[in-house]
Protein backbone atom coordinates (compact mmCIF):
# COMPACT_ATOMS: atom_id res chain seq x y z
CA UNK A 1 0.00 0.00 0.00
CA UNK A 2 1.38 3.29 -0.89
CA UNK A 3 2.37 5.59 2.24
CA UNK A 4 1.37 8.95 0.47
CA UNK A 5 -1.94 8.09 -1.02
CA UNK A 6 -2.93 5.95 3.10
CA UNK A 7 -2.18 8.99 4.54
CA UNK A 8 -4.04 11.48 2.07
CA UNK A 9 -6.84 9.69 2.41
CA UNK A 10 -6.55 9.44 6.29
CA UNK A 11 -6.23 12.89 7.03
CA UNK A 12 -9.46 13.56 4.43
CA UNK A 13 -11.32 10.90 6.17
CA UNK A 14 -10.03 12.44 9.37
CA UNK A 15 -11.58 16.29 8.26
CA UNK A 16 -14.88 14.53 7.02
CA UNK A 17 -15.49 12.23 10.09
CA UNK A 18 -14.15 14.99 12.78
CA UNK A 19 -14.73 18.69 11.76
CA UNK A 20 -17.22 18.75 8.30
CA UNK A 21 -18.94 15.30 6.78
CA UNK A 22 -21.33 18.46 5.10
CA UNK A 23 -18.21 18.66 2.58
CA UNK A 24 -19.36 15.18 1.16
CA UNK A 25 -22.77 15.68 1.84
CA UNK A 26 -21.84 12.78 4.15
CA UNK A 27 -24.76 11.97 7.51
CA UNK A 28 -23.61 10.89 10.58
CA UNK A 29 -25.65 9.73 13.40
CA UNK A 30 -25.63 11.12 17.30
CA UNK A 31 -22.32 9.24 18.23
CA UNK A 32 -20.55 9.74 15.11
CA UNK A 33 -20.99 6.92 13.09
CA UNK A 34 -21.22 7.64 9.34
CA UNK A 35 -22.64 4.37 6.74
CA UNK A 36 -19.51 2.67 5.06
CA UNK A 37 -21.12 2.12 1.95
CA UNK A 38 -22.78 6.04 1.93
CA UNK A 39 -18.71 7.29 2.74
CA UNK A 40 -17.16 5.15 0.15
CA UNK A 41 -19.82 6.13 -2.39
CA UNK A 42 -19.43 10.43 -1.53
CA UNK A 43 -15.69 10.25 -1.40
CA UNK A 44 -14.96 10.60 -4.49
CA UNK A 45 -15.48 14.07 -4.33
CA UNK A 46 -11.84 14.64 -4.11
CA UNK A 47 -11.24 12.53 -7.15
CA UNK A 48 -10.27 10.04 -4.17
CA UNK A 49 -11.38 6.63 -4.84
CA UNK A 50 -11.88 4.22 -1.98
CA UNK A 51 -13.13 0.89 -1.71
CA UNK A 52 -13.76 -1.25 1.79
CA UNK A 53 -10.24 -2.79 1.53
CA UNK A 54 -8.60 0.50 1.54
CA UNK A 55 -11.08 1.92 4.11
CA UNK A 56 -9.87 -1.59 5.95
CA UNK A 57 -6.34 -1.41 5.52
CA UNK A 58 -6.59 2.86 6.83
CA UNK A 59 -8.19 1.74 9.96
CA UNK A 60 -6.41 -1.44 10.90
CA UNK A 61 -2.63 0.77 10.26
CA UNK A 62 -3.54 4.08 11.13
CA UNK A 63 -0.82 5.38 13.42
CA UNK A 64 -2.84 7.29 15.82
CA UNK A 65 -5.77 4.85 15.77
CA UNK A 66 -8.13 7.58 15.00
CA UNK A 67 -11.11 5.56 13.25
CA UNK A 68 -13.00 2.43 14.08
CA UNK A 69 -15.37 0.31 12.57
CA UNK A 70 -18.30 -0.80 14.39
CA UNK A 71 -18.86 -4.80 14.68
CA UNK A 72 -20.17 -5.72 11.42
CA UNK A 73 -17.86 -3.17 9.97
CA UNK A 74 -20.86 -1.53 8.52
CA UNK A 75 -20.30 1.82 10.55
CA UNK A 76 -16.73 4.18 10.68
CA UNK A 77 -16.45 7.11 13.17
CA UNK A 78 -13.57 9.02 14.11
CA UNK A 79 -12.70 7.77 17.87
CA UNK A 80 -12.02 11.26 18.80
CA UNK A 81 -10.94 14.92 18.15
CA UNK A 82 -14.32 16.34 16.76
CA UNK A 83 -15.27 20.24 16.08
CA UNK A 84 -18.70 18.82 15.41
CA UNK A 85 -21.10 17.79 18.40
CA UNK A 86 -21.47 13.80 18.45
CA UNK A 87 -21.81 12.22 21.69
CA UNK A 88 -19.56 9.41 22.04
CA UNK A 89 -20.35 7.80 25.21
CA UNK A 90 -16.81 8.11 26.34
CA UNK A 91 -16.76 6.37 30.28
CA UNK A 92 -14.99 8.32 32.87
CA UNK A 93 -11.34 6.81 33.92
CA UNK A 94 -9.58 7.43 36.71
CA UNK A 95 -6.45 9.28 35.19
CA UNK A 96 -2.67 8.52 35.71
CA UNK A 97 -0.86 10.71 37.86
CA UNK A 98 1.07 12.50 35.45
CA UNK A 99 -0.36 13.54 31.62
CA UNK A 100 1.07 15.64 29.02
CA UNK A 101 -0.12 17.80 26.30
CA UNK A 102 2.34 19.13 23.33
CA UNK A 103 2.06 22.48 21.90
CA UNK A 104 4.50 25.20 20.41
CA UNK A 105 6.14 28.46 21.90
CA UNK A 106 3.46 30.87 20.64
CA UNK A 107 0.50 29.37 22.58
CA UNK A 108 2.43 29.36 26.19
CA UNK A 109 1.51 32.43 27.11
CA UNK A 110 -2.54 31.79 26.60
CA UNK A 111 -2.05 28.76 28.51
CA UNK A 112 0.10 30.38 31.12
CA UNK A 113 -3.72 32.43 31.94
CA UNK A 114 -6.14 30.29 30.70
CA UNK A 115 -5.05 27.08 30.98
CA UNK A 116 -5.53 24.38 28.60
CA UNK A 117 -9.34 24.51 26.68
CA UNK A 118 -11.15 22.77 24.45
CA UNK A 119 -11.17 25.47 22.17
CA UNK A 120 -13.33 24.05 19.28
CA UNK A 121 -12.79 20.59 20.05
CA UNK A 122 -15.03 18.74 22.65
CA UNK A 123 -12.31 17.77 24.52
CA UNK A 124 -8.29 18.46 25.21
CA UNK A 125 -6.41 15.96 24.51
CA UNK A 126 -4.01 14.01 26.48
CA UNK A 127 -0.97 11.67 26.33
CA UNK A 128 0.27 8.75 28.74
CA UNK A 129 3.80 9.77 27.43
CA UNK A 130 6.31 12.39 26.52
CA UNK A 131 7.05 10.91 23.05
CA UNK A 132 3.22 10.95 22.03
CA UNK A 133 3.03 14.39 23.34
CA UNK A 134 6.02 15.68 21.84
CA UNK A 135 4.82 14.22 18.23
CA UNK A 136 1.29 15.65 18.60
CA UNK A 137 3.60 19.42 19.57
CA UNK A 138 6.00 18.92 16.73
CA UNK A 139 3.65 19.27 13.80
CA UNK A 140 3.30 22.63 14.52
CA UNK A 141 6.73 23.43 15.49
CA UNK A 142 9.54 23.02 17.76
CA UNK A 143 7.24 20.71 20.83
CA UNK A 144 7.02 22.16 24.18
CA UNK A 145 5.80 19.57 26.34
CA UNK A 146 3.42 20.26 29.42
CA UNK A 147 3.32 17.99 32.46
CA UNK A 148 -0.12 17.90 33.98
CA UNK A 149 -0.81 16.79 37.23
CA UNK A 150 -3.73 14.82 36.37
CA UNK A 151 -4.11 13.13 39.52
CA UNK A 152 -4.28 16.02 42.02
CA UNK A 153 -6.73 17.23 38.98
CA UNK A 154 -8.86 14.17 39.04
CA UNK A 155 -8.67 14.52 42.65
CA UNK A 156 -10.12 17.69 42.79
CA UNK A 157 -13.24 16.40 40.82
CA UNK A 158 -12.24 16.99 36.82
CA UNK A 159 -13.33 14.51 34.96
CA UNK A 160 -11.49 11.94 32.96
CA UNK A 161 -12.06 9.67 29.80
CA UNK A 162 -10.19 7.44 28.11
CA UNK A 163 -10.78 7.08 24.18
CA UNK A 164 -10.71 3.54 22.30
CA UNK A 165 -7.29 5.23 20.82
CA UNK A 166 -5.92 6.09 24.20
CA UNK A 167 -6.25 9.67 24.10
CA UNK A 168 -6.94 11.04 27.44
CA UNK A 169 -9.85 13.42 27.38
CA UNK A 170 -10.71 16.27 29.63
CA UNK A 171 -12.97 19.67 29.64
CA UNK A 172 -10.63 22.07 31.02
CA UNK A 173 -6.81 21.95 32.54
CA UNK A 174 -6.64 25.04 34.85
CA UNK A 175 -3.06 26.20 35.09
CA UNK A 176 -2.42 25.45 38.64
CA UNK A 177 -2.33 21.68 37.38
CA UNK A 178 0.21 22.44 34.63
CA UNK A 179 4.11 22.49 35.19
CA UNK A 180 6.14 24.63 32.54
Do not use: C
Request: hydrophobic share 35%; net charge neutral; proline share 2%.
Amino acid sequence: MDNKITKGISKLLSYILRHSPETINLNLDENGWANVNELIAKFDLYDKRIDFDLLQYIVENNDKKRFAFNEDKSKIRANQGHSIAVELNLNEAEPLAYLYHGTVEKFLSGIKTQGLQKMGRQHVHLSADRETANKVGGRRGKPVILTINSGEMHRAGHKFYLSDNNVWLTDVVPVQFIEF
